[in-house]
């Protein structure tokens, strides 16, 4: 499986319940938090839903 390093590049203040809880289950929350993924389908679902918000980068 490929790696991903996925980024939070935008605040989740005034999103909706869902994209937060995305964000969260991603193991992010803070802005600038770097996190190292699998990219499984799930996960490219999960980053599907929010890449308004983060920045997403093969490794």
């Given at each position: 499986?490929?790696k991903?390093?996925?980024?939070q590049?935008?605040?989740?203040?005034?999103?909706?319940?869902?994209?937060?809880?995305?964000?969260?289950?991603?193991?992010?929350?803070k802005?600038?938090r770097?996190?190292?993924?699998?990219?499984?389908?799930?996960?490219?679902g999960?980053?599907?839903?929010?890449?308004?918000?983060?920045?997403?980068?093969e490794?």
């Open positions: 499986m490929n991903v390093l996925v980024t590049i935008r605040s989740t203040i005034k999103r909706p319940k869902r994209q937060v809880l995305t964000i969260q289950a991603l193991g992010l929350g802005l600038n770097t996190v190292e993924k699998e990219l499984t389908p799930q996960i490219a999960m980053i599907n839903k929010v890449r308004h918000l983060i920045d997403v980068k490794v």
